[in-house]
């Protein structure tokens, strides 16, 4: 039987995440299995609890209204919760980035 190696993410938040969650820079997450969206946010909110709701509505799980997904520059915003991060992501290379979207003129 092969062991499921556990995959340590990077992940930037915003200053005001960061503030909540009492963190100064960037955070990571160790992951088992597939490394998704919804794998990232899930490990985040477990180790950062009072991040739940923040990012994600807490009953339908959907990303809020002005919160953007990026990363290796590519806006991942309107992908699949369930598909997989880019390689660099998953291997640590690159950071899982949540960013507050800006609206108006």
Not at 75 to 104: C, I, K, N, Q, Y
């Amino acid at each position: 039987m092969t062991e499921q190696l556990t995959d340590s993410v990077r992940v930037v938040l915003p200053a005001h995440l960061r503030a909540l969650a009492e963190v100064e820079d960037e955070i990571r997450v160790d992951i088992q299995g597939e490394v998704t969206q919804r794998s990232v946010l899930d490990a985040v909110e477990a180790a950062f609890p009072m991040l739940l709701g923040t990012i994600r509505d807490r009953t339908t799980a959907q990303r809020r209204p002005f919160v953007r997904f990026f990363a290796c520059a590519e806006d991942l915003s309107h992908e699949a919760p369930d598909a997989p991060l880019p390689a660099r992501v998953a291997e640590g290379e690159e950071p899982f980035m949540v960013v507050g979207a800006m609206a108006g003129g």
